[in-house]
């Protein structure tokens, strides 16, 4: 049974950084794309981030893309987005995704996390 479970939300104040982390298992963690979405109070479920299985590759949404990075440990089949720099805006609820294939997808994941809670106050 494959697994996503992220960690490492949290509430913070405007322009701090967190580090939200997604350990997989039941999966063979480098036959997969990773992407990390988001979904604010009200809205629908948005892309924020993607990385290939090797890690060379990454896909950003324009709104996170100089403050956000993604990466992954095939090792620890564990992926990483650092957040910096954080808005008010950026509250949500962060999910980490699965899709098999080498690329850094932006869509048509496959497996899903729980979400961790981001919570960023002015």
């Known amino acids: 049974q494959v697994q996503l479970v992220e960690s490492g939300g949290g509430l913070v104040q405007a322009g701090d950084s967190l580090r939200l982390s997604c350990a997989a298992s039941?999966?063979?963690?480098?036959?997969?794309?990773m992407g990390w979405f988001r979904q604010a109070p009200g809205k629908e479920r948005e892309f924020v981030a993607s990385?290939?299985?090797?890690?060379?590759?990454?896909n950003y949404a324009d709104a996170v893309k100089d403050r956000f990075t993604i990466s992954r440990d095939n090792a620890k089949n564990t992926v990483y987005l650092q957040v910096n720099s954080l808005k008010p805006a950026d509250t949500a609820v962060y999910y980490c995704?699965?899709?098999?294939?080498?690329?850094?997808?932006?869509?048509?994941?496959?497996?899903w996390g729980q979400g961790t809670q981001v919570t960023v106050s002015s």
């Open positions: 995704a699965a899709k098999r294939g080498i690329a850094a997808y932006v869509s048509g994941y496959d497996y």
């Open positions: 039941g999966l063979a963690f480098r036959l997969y794309s």
């Open positions: 990385i290939s299985w090797d890690g060379r590759s990454s």
